[in-house]
Nanobody, 123 residues
Framework: QVQLVESGGGLVQPGGSLRLSCAASGIRFGINAMGWYRQGPGGQRESVATITSGGTTNYADSAKGRFTISRDNTKNTVYLQMNSLAPEDRAVYYC?????????????????WGQGTQVDVSS
């Protein structure tokens, strides 16, 4: 059973930093892309940053220059270093993993999500 567990959220002052972590367990055949998404109050879930198994990254415009996504494939863990946080970054941050699975002799990719971790930015 695949599970994603996030950690590292909390309350930080504007201009501060946080580092989110997401560890995937129950992985049998590997993970393709991993990523971070967020959903602010009353808003839709949006992509923040993604990273492939080979290390190719992609960032939302709002994250460029402030956030850095990285991963440790040996630990099936993805990180999001967030610097220069602003009140508009306040949201629940979700981890996503595209997991390779085998069913009835066929390979396919399945998306899994973490439970979310709250990030609050306030003075």
């Amino acid at each position: 059973q695949v599970q994603l567990v996030e950690s590292g959220g909390g309350l930080v002052q504007p201009g501060g930093s946080l580092r989110l972590s997401c560890a995937a367990s129950g992985i049998r055949f590997g993970i393709n892309a991993m990523g971070w998404y967020r959903q602010g109050p009353g808003g839709q879930r949006e992509s923040v940053a993604t990273i492939t198994s080979g290390g190719t990254t992609n960032y939302a415009d709002s994250a460029k220059g402030r956030f850095t996504i990285s991963r440790d494939n040996t630990k099936n863990t993805v990180y999001l270093q967030m610097n220069s946080l602003a009140p508009e970054d306040r949201a629940v941050y979700y981890c996503n993993a595209e997991v390779r699975e085998l069913r009835d002799g066929r390979w396919f990719w399945r998306d899994y999500w973490g439970q979310g971790t709250q990030v609050d930015v306030s003075s």
